[in-house]
């Protein structure tokens, strides 16, 4: 079937022919009418089938010809930027699309004008909390990659979100894009959707076992693999040699370096090539350069790679485009890829099928995960066949991946909403938006849900009970008769999209805040709240942790006893996180914190971002509660933003100028707005880092200069957290940073019952 058969517009069918979209693959045919018809769908079909369009094609018939709005969710932040470059290819039509943003205030600002939003499903939920209005527009939902539904992570939030959709706009068409899976017909049944479900693919994909130098394949066919040192070298260096280029997936981050570093050698031999300086720049760390950086330079001028969670959104970037364009023939990752960016290859390798789970040690890895991984063999365009391989260890383990994973269907997708502690964020969040006022409302919203719809809900009645009577201990519900609602705290907890045991923990904190607290047990109290994770504490940490325990035992502003269900034992690792923030805000090099820390580059740029978060929700609340907590508070938001001590907070206020080059100036005798307006034009640009371009702007911002406003350069820090936003949904649009906190409404207006909305959503 041709796309100029299908019931869209004329403009639409000559755009996307015009894009290259001519034929469509027979799931694609199979599904794409029954959308066009308006009918709720769910497509559940292979990883490289083409999914993608199937939501395309409606979308744009559904913004250009019916004038509605679409919400696109995905359930990785990586993928977001990646849907966004697809419907800018057709911008021509009058489409506008956004990356969802971070600061969702009453007036949708910057979406407004917007056909469609590129979103998590975190940042709909959002959106719907503080009463969008764009949101109530949208005509039609597409769920990318809902299996993901069986997360337990993100999947109770798609959940939630999807059902409060349906519930709000009974019209509202959706369309669920999954990976095959054994129920997707409970998917159909939850969203009432016809359901469209296909085995078929664009590159034929085998998928085996390596044992013993040779490959069995799950139609029993086999392949011999020329013996070249180590298994996983082995069958690298016959896919490249071949023509191909491999993914190698193991289950942790330590491996994928070493694996790309011992392979990198061999691989030059077959892919070596020499790097820009600004390529070495963006490997090393544009700002600070470190041993990670270090190591992924040398690996990709052999051809090969390695990536996960450590590196930084430019490192990862990069080392996918490289991956794109050939230059790199193998990553060595972690699972985290195949579930996120689309970056097929000619041969997947899969080294390990289990992982350690904290208190349960190795554990078997989902068929459904192994699945995805494979489902990355064959490139479309490029490839003649994908083959996915498994290595077995002996006989025993090859018989086993052999029967449970090649041979075995995916499990069945089930709801991860049950659980209190997952619930009772979601169960504010409908108080908050009143779509829920009594216990009878909540269970029958749940009854709505995809857990709802495969369950009795057991004992849910209890549950609820037990979460809005903790809801009403801390002041965020109130009971009068069978109606419950939200406190104003509750909506500005729901507001900030936080965990209500982090927002109980966050006011007992700035209650406790007087002007003699220091920083350090301000970061301890926000890295105790379950929204931050901790970090494993190693033990070459000991002595340091126990040591600054000891110190700041007596000045906590939260006691552990206080928090409900809270471990000692995780203490440490809280506290790990809160050392690492102040290193970080007292100007530590990136390279030693990654050192002392044993963490990648990645990993600083996550966390600092997680407490930037909790820290900006701590001054919320102490508005509420302790208003003088706030001249405390605010400043550490500048500074764990720019990683920057408090005598550079002026500096970082201008555009262009970050942790590197704020520092450069201040040893310059440049200490303020004030030096920066009396110093010539020329000794700026001449003081390292600084330049004659970004001396003229910051001349112009200091108000020394009067010339028409020029184009903006971001700084190296404020690119790197536009970047990450890019990773994470967000528009890359650049704002001029202040040390001063934001103008807020009186603090009567603050504690009225209807709360306010917040203005400043930070990144999930």
């Known amino acids: 079937m041709r796309v100029d058969e299908l019931e869209i517009s004329d403009r639409v069918a000559e755009a996307l022919m015009d894009a290259g979209f001519i034929n469509l693959h027979p799931p694609q045919a199979q599904a794409i009418p029954l959308a066009l018809q308006g009918h709720n769908l769910v497509a559940a079909i292979p990883t490289a089938s083409g999914k993608s369009l199937i939501g395309y094609i409606p979308a744009l018939q559904m913004m250009v010809e019916k004038g509605k709005r679409v919400l696109y969710i995905v359930p990785l932040k990586a993928l977001a930027s990646e849907k966004k470059e697809d419907f800018d290819r057709f911008s021509h039509l009058g489409i506008r699309a956004v990356l969802s943003t971070g600061d969702l205030d009453s007036d949708d600002k910057g979406i407004e004008d917007a056909n469609v939003i590129i979103a998590t499903s975190e940042k709909a939920d959002s959106m719907i909390r503080h009463g969008s209005r764009w949101i109530d527009q949208v005509g039609l939902v597409i769920a990318d990659e809902v299996h993901m539904i069986h997360d337990p992570g993100r999947g109770p939030t798609l959940e939630v979100t999807l059902t409060k959709l349906m519930r709000r706009n009974r019209e509202l068409q959706i369309i669920a894009l999954s990976a095959t899976m054994s129920n997707a017909f409970d998917l159909a049944e939850w969203l009432h959707a016809k359901l469209v479900e296909s085995d078929w693919r664009p590159i034929p994909l085998k998928e085996g076992v390596y044992h013993n130098g040779r490959i069995e394949f799950d139609d029993r066919s086999k392949r011999e693999v020329p013996p070249a040192g180590e298994d996983v070298w082995s069958l690298v260096k016959q896919a490249v040699e071949d023509g191909g280029q491999a993914l190698v997936f193991v289950n942790a981050r330590r491996s994928t370096e070493a694996l790309a570093v011992k392979y990198s050698k061999e691989m030059g031999k077959i892919a070596g090539r020499p790097l820009s300086q600004q390529e070495i720049g963006i490997l090393e760390g544009e700002t600070e350069t470190t041993a990670t950086g270090k190591k992924l330079s040398s690996c990709v001028k052999c051809g090969m790679a390695f990536h996960n969670a450590g590196l930084t959104y430019r490192q990862r970037k990069f080392v996918e485009d490289g991956f794109r364009r050939g230059d790199i023939k193998c990553i060595v990752a972690t699972p985290t890829l195949a579930a996120g960016i689309n970056l097929p290859a000619r041969r997947v390798i899969v080294r390990d099928t289990t992982r350690y789970e904290t208190n349960y040690g190795n554990s078997p890895i989902s068929v459904m995960e192994v699945k995805q991984m494979c489902g990355r063999a064959g490139r479309p365009g490029y490839d003649p066949y994908g083959e996915a391989v498994l ?41 908050a938006t009143n779509d829920a006022d009594s216990q009878e409302s909540i269970i029958d919203f749940l009854k709505e849900t995809f857990f709802g719809t495969v369950s009795q809900l057991f004992g849910i009645e209890s549950v609820v009970d037990g979460i809005v009577r903790s809801l009403v201990d801390e002041e965020m519900a109130k009971v009068d008769g069978d109606s419950i609602r939200a406190t104003s705290f509750g909506k500005r907890v729901s507001d900030l999209y936080i965990d209500p045991a982090s927002a109980s923990i966050l006011k007992e904190a700035v209650v406790n805040i007087n002007n003699d607290t220091e920083v350090l047990p301000i970061l301890v109290a926000a890295a105790m709240t379950p929204d931050v994770i901790g970090m494993y504490p190693k033990k070459s940490d000991t002595d340091r942790l126990n040591s600054v325990s000891d110190a700041i035992w007596d000045n906590l502003l939260v006691d552990p006893d206080d928090i409900e269900d809270y471990d000692y034992e995780y203490f440490n690792s809280d506290l790990k996180v809160a050392l690492l923030t102040m290193d970080w805000i007292e100007e530590m090099n990136e390279d030693t914190i990654t050192d002392i820390m044993g963490i990648g580059p990645g990993d600083i740029r996550v966390k600092v971002d997680m407490m930037d978060w909790i820290i900006y929700a701590m001054s919320e609340i102490a508005y509420m509660f302790n208003p003088m907590a706030i001249k405390k508070i605010r400043p550490l938001m500048t500074r764990i933003r720019y990683g920057v001590k408090e005598e550079l907070m002026d500096l970082v206020s201008f555009r262009g100028v970050g942790r590197s080059r704020a520092r450069a100036l201040f040893n310059n005798g440049i200490k303020d707005r004030a030096d920066v307006a009396a110093i010539s034009e020329s000794d700026l640009a001449a003081i390292p880092g600084i330049g004659p371009a970004l001396a003229a702007k910051m001349k112009q911002q200091a108000g020394g200069r009067s010339e028409p406003e020029k184009t903006y350069t971001p700084s190296e820090e404020e690119a790197m957290m536009a970047e990450m936003a890019a990773e994470y949904g967000e528009p890359v649009v650049m704002q001029e940073p202040s040390a001063e906190p934001p103008k807020k409404s009186s603090s009567k207006t603050k504690q009225t019952e209807e709360g306010s909305k917040q203005t400043n959503l930070f990144d999930f």
């Not at 090649?406 to 502690?421: A, I, M, P, Q, Y």
Request: charge should be negative; charged fraction near 35%; hydrophobic fraction near 40%.
């Open 391 to 431: 290595i077995a260890k002996n006989d025993a383990d090859f018989d086993h991946l052999m029967e449970d994973y090649v041979d075995h269907d995916t499990e069945r997708l089930t709801s991860k909403l049950f659980n209190e502690k997952i619930l009772r964020s979601h169960v504010l969040g409908l108080l």
